[in-house]
């Protein structure tokens, strides 16, 4: 098993451009999330579905869009990228609904506003 | 909200001792209280959790308390190997919110 899969691994962008972050899991998990992590900040929530056909807000959504594909796939577009969304951006699953269940996450894309 | 803080924020130890992190929350509801490790360049990797009817639990070389009344719960990690340096974040949860500190970088020095 593949486990939580995110492309592309590496992106740079220039500040205005959209582009869709893709994340797909094979674990056949309900749950789905979106992190972006900042040195110093550790993981913040941008949004999380909690099972196919429902998404809702975390922390920080703005400037940002999700799209639960299928039950497998949750996508994270920035529609007009700005330099304060470079990040490292981290996907991750759970077997079930809440957040107080274990998730496991992917290798991450790493993007770069400029 | 939920508010974790997490200390120290750095921690160097000799290969072979003990490394201890602490973490507080806020919110008394929450009741999950994973533990995560990350490697340079790497996912966060689960590697204990606790969930709040429980004051301990151990795997292996790591075990997790959790106090309640005090609201913090720590990480303790013995007989330390250069492969444990990483950087640990610990997280407080309810059903609605997952809330990570912002982590401790332990080195471990053979």
């Known amino acids: 098993n593949a486990g939580v899969t995110q492309t592309p691994k590496f992106q740079v962008l220039k500040t205005g451009q959209s582009m869709t972050l893709q994340c797909a899991q094979d674990?056949?998990?309900?749950?789905m999330y979106w992190y972006r992590q900042d040195p110093g900040m550790g993981l913040r929530l941008i949004y999380y579905s909690a099972s196919e056909g429902t998404t809702d807000k975390g922390e920080v959504p703005n400037g940002y869009n999700v799209s639960r594909l299928n039950k497998r796939e949750f996508s994270l577009r920035l529609e007009s990228a700005a330099p304060s969304q470079t990040s490292v951006y981290f996907c991750?699953?759970?077997?079930?609904?809440?957040?107080?269940?274990?998730?496991?996450f992917g290798d991450g894309t790493r993007l770069s506003i400029l | 909200g939920e508010n974790v803080e997490q200390h120290p924020s750095t921690l160097s130890v000799q290969e072979g001792d003990s490394a201890v992190i602490k973490c507080t929350y806020s919110?008394?509801?929450?009741?999950?209280f994973p533990w995560y490790k990350q490697e340079l360049g790497k996912r966060p990797q689960l590697i204990i959790d606790?969930?709040?009817?429980?004051g301990e639990k151990k795997d292996q070389r790591i075990a997790v308390t959790l106090n309640k009344t005090a609201k913090h719960f720590s990480l303790h990690i013995t007989e330390t190997q250069p492969e444990d340096s990483a950087v640990y974040f610990c997280?407080?949860?309810?059903?609605?919110?997952?809330?990570f500190g912002k982590g401790t970088l332990l080195t471990v020095n053979p």
């Open positions: 991750a699953s759970s077997e079930v609904g809440g957040f107080n269940q274990p998730q496991h």
């Open positions: 674990m056949n998990h309900n749950s």
């Open positions: 997280a407080a949860s309810s059903n609605y919110k997952l809330t």
């Open positions: 606790i969930r709040s009817n429980v």
């Open positions: 919110d008394s509801a929450s009741n999950y």
